[in-house]
C-alpha cells in the first residue's frame, strides 16, 4: 500500500515550532533579566548596608574617644580648638569658642581627628567635638551655708564616622554629665 501525503497539512505545520521555540526564548529573556537586576539590586543594597554600619562603628569609636576624654582630671580649655567648643546663649556671637563646626559638612573644619588606624577600611578617621553646656548646680544638694554646691557641668558630644566611601557618614550625639 503507498500512502500519499498531502502537501498541504506538512506546509501549514512547518512554521509552527519556530514561532513556539521564540515566545519560549522571549520568556527566558525577560526571566533571566529580572533575576540579574535583582541580584544587581540585592547586591547594592548589602554593600550599602555594610558601609552603613561601618560609618556606624567609626562614629561610635568616636564617641567613646570623647568620652574618654571628658573622664580625665583635666579637660583643657574650650576655646574653639582641638575640639572644644562652648555653648554661647546669644546666638550672634562669632568667638572661636563659640562657633563648632557644621556636622553636615563634609569638609568642615575644626573637628578632633582620631587617629587614621582605629576604623580599618573606612574612608577616613572618626572625628568629635565637644561642647561644654551650661553648668548647674544639683538639683539634690545640700543647701548648707557653709558649703559650695559642686555644680555640674554637661557636654554634648558629637561624633561623626564614614564608611568605606566619604560619601557615606553617620552622625552620632550624646550627653555627658560630670561633676567637679
Not at 548589602?46 to 568620652?67: H, I, M, P, V, Y
Not at 562657633?99 to 578632633?112: A, K
Not at 567635638?129 to 558629637?158: C, H, K, M, Q, W
Request: with cysteine; charged share 15%.
Amino acid at each position: 500500500m503507498i500512502y500519499v501525503l498531502r502537501g498541504s497539512n506538512i506546509s501549514r505545520q512547518r512554521g509552527a515550532v519556530l514561532i513556539v521555540s521564540l515566545v519560549f526564548m522571549l520568556i527566558l529573556t525577560i526571566i533571566a533579566a529580572a533575576s540579574m537586576q535583582s541580584s544587581t539590586m540585592q547586591e547594592r543594597m548589602a554593600g550599602n548596608a555594610k558601609d552603613t554600619n561601618l560609618a556606624f562603628q567609626s562614629a561610635e569609636a568616636g564617641l567613646r574617644e570623647a568620652e574618654a576624654v571628658l573622664s580625665q582630671i583635666n579637660v583643657g580649655p574650650f576655646d574653639g580648638t582641638n575640639g572644644l567648643y562652648l555653648q554661647c546663649a546669644d546666638p550672634a556671637n562669632t568667638a572661636t569658642a563659640c562657633v563648632e563646626p557644621n556636622w553636615s559638612n563634609h569638609t568642615s573644619v575644626g573637628w578632633q581627628v582620631m587617629a587614621a588606624d582605629v576604623i580599618p577600611y573606612s574612608a577616613k578617621p572618626p572625628e568629635y567635638i565637644i561642647e561644654e553646656l551650661v553648668s548647674i548646680g544639683s538639683e539634690n544638694a545640700v543647701l548648707d551655708a557653709d558649703n559650695p554646691i559642686a555644680p555640674l557641668i554637661f557636654y554634648r558630644v558629637t561624633a561623626r564616622g564614614y564608611g568605606a566611601s566619604s560619601r557615606s557618614m553617620v552622625v552620632l550625639s550624646t550627653t555627658f554629665k560630670r561633676s567637679n
